[in-house]
């Protein structure tokens, strides 16, 4: 960590920004940088990391999971169907254009044409403005997650985003693999500009003259991400000094972060699932429940969290974890190696069996090992696997081609509530509404799709409890895909830095609160 000079601190006073201490200089160690700048090209967490750095949501999750304000000073339910968000006036853009309701729908328009966005914003029919600094989300039907779904909506600068480029394209396109003026350009309200970046190797960010959030405390003048894609590699770069903070610490290392001097481990419980999805449509075997049941009884996950993840993970017998809505406590992890040979003899297919699989191999804690051990299990039932696994930039791409018989998918719910795991990645494919978009199982089942829909109208709690359960049982018997386990985090830091304050459940640290003493 570098301070910055007492001068610059003055200025800094005089500009009128609040701080508990010096400004502050210093460098993030993350597995994989951003793929892009465009807030709506990607959902990954990855991007939300980014935005939350050089955008600002309506509103945000608290650590305790309740919501606060960002760009919406206040909100209130008009009806049934209609939910109603004040505006924060004099909000800048790091262009200088002020924040308007106008930015706001242009945003929320935006998104609903982003392929993997559109989905969380289905239940929706549209966002009006009221006047200039008033906005209303209005939903098809009585919708119970609109605050959820707003943590979502990070409005972007119309005016920079309009128009054409020297080369006549259109600013605001959304592309999701491959350079765009959105991908590559950026203007948000956030605390943070971006200054450099070299995709791969770092990203700078200053903080923003401008910023609307005079009162909070953080400290960070400058922060440089860089990617450091191996384990050990990350953990020295943090012990020697180089870098002040990382994510994430591999299981492995905990112990070494957390007695070395100076260095705080903040860990959290996740509730971020990794599964591998069985592609139906790549291998016709697939297509057989038993086989796919048997893939499920072979892979030991509790071995897997136990020798790999060291305990610093949940094994999972399906997606919705404990204390979501869906999440059926009947529905426990299934090992069991003999059964397992059973049923692929019952199918037909107890010799000469092959199939191909990909997994990144630094986008999840130890994902390529959880990935090799998966393998070498499936070879014990008489199964070969093809093996490949990739960084994540490249990985992205090839998991929408379904590339491959067994992909890894991990998933944190965009509302924090079992219906999202679904949506993406258990309802059939639609490219129209977007459900489905991280389906690569070919699983298709319009009975459980329809109680998913349904589930989201539904305001009693209870009773939507049950459909949701009812829906992971099918999914369970179905073999709809294999659920390896909950992942839980981890960050280190060295202890000036306030690292404890600003991570959160949902994996997307606010720096901009940050406070390096």
């Known amino acids: ?9 003055v200025a800094l006073m005089a500009a009128g920004l609040s701080f508990s201490a010096a400004a502050a200089d210093i460098t993030v160690g ?5 793929v892009s700048l465009d807030p709506y090209g990607q959902l990954s967490g990855g991007t939300l990391q980014m935005s939350h750095m050089v955008f600002d949501p309506l509103v945000r999750f608290t650590k305790e999971m309740d919501y606060e304000g960002r760009l919406a000073s206040s909100w209130e339910r008009v009806d049934e169907t ?11 853009f790091h262009s200088g254009n002020e924040l308007t309701a106008d930015d706001v729908v242009w945003t929320f328009e935006r998104l609903q044409a982003s392929p993997d966005f559109k989905s969380i914003f289905t239940p929706y029919e549209k966002m009006v403005k009221v006047d200039d600094y008033t906005v209303e989300l209005v939903s098809k039907a009585a919708y119970p997650l609109v605050l959820q779904t707003a943590t979502y909506i990070f409005p972007m600068d119309s005016k920079f985003y309009s128009g054409q480029t020297a080369e006549g394209k259109d600013k605001s396109e959304l592309v999701k693999h491959g350079n765009s003026f959105a991908s590559t350009n950026v203007s948000g309200t956030g605390p943070f500009i971006v200054t450099q970046r070299e995709q791969g190797v770092k990203v700078t960010f200053e903080r923003f003259n401008d910023y609307w959030d005079t009162e909070t405390e953080g400290n960070v003048d400058k922060l440089t991400l860089v990617p450091i894609k191996e384990d050990a590699t990350r953990v020295a770069a943090l012990l020697s000094g180089d870098v002040d903070m990382i994510h994430p610490v591999a299981p492995n290392d905990h112990k070494r972060v957390k007695n070395a001097k100076n260095i705080d481990l903040v860990t ?10 069985m592609n139906q449509n790549s291998n016709e075997a697939l297509k057989d429940v038993r086989v796919r049941q048997a893939i499920v009884h072979a892979i030991n996950n509790e071995g897997i969290v136990k020798k790999i993840m060291k305990g ?15 999440h059926n406590e009947d529905l426990v992890p299934r090992y069991d190696l003999k059964k397992a040979k059973v049923l692929m003899k019952e199918a037909g297919y107890e010799d000469d069996f092959s199939l191909t699989m990909m997994a990144p191999n630094n986008r999840y804690v130890n994902d390529a090992k959880v990935a090799q051990a998966s393998a070498a299990m499936l070879s014990k039932i008489g199964i070969k696997v093809d093996l490949k696994t990739m960084p994540k930039a490249q990985y992205w791409p090839e998991f929408d081609l379904c590339s491959a018989d067994m992909m890894m998918i991990g998933w944190h719910s965009d509302t924090e509530d079992s219906a999202n795991f679904n949506e993406f990645l258990t309802m059939t494919r639609n490219e129209e509404t977007g459900r489905g978009q991280y389906n690569c199982s070919g699983y298709s089942n319009p009975e459980m799709d329809a109680i998913v829909e349904a589930s989201n109208t539904e305001t009693d709690p209870v009773k939507r409890a049950e459909m949701l359960k ?12 294999v659920p390896l386990h909950w992942q839980s985090e981890a960050w280190g830091a060295k202890s000036n830095v306030g690292a ?9 640290p606010y720096f901009g609160d940050l406070v390096v003493k």
């Open 500 to 508: 404890a304050d600003v991570v959160n459940p949902m994996v997307m």
């Open 1 to 9: 960590m570098k301070t910055m000079k007492s001068k610059l601190a």
């Open 470 to 481: 009812g829906v992971e049982a099918t999914l369970y018997n179905d073999a709809a895909f």
């Open 82 to 92: 209609t939910f109603r968000f004040n505006l924060r006036k004099g909000v800048k």
């Open 312 to 326: 610093f993970a949940t094994a999972a017998g399906q997606q919705s974890p404990t204390g979501y809505a869906g």
């Open 268 to 277: 959290l419980p996740g509730t971020r699932i990794i599964t591998f999805q």
């Open 30 to 34: 993350y597995g994989a940088d951003p």
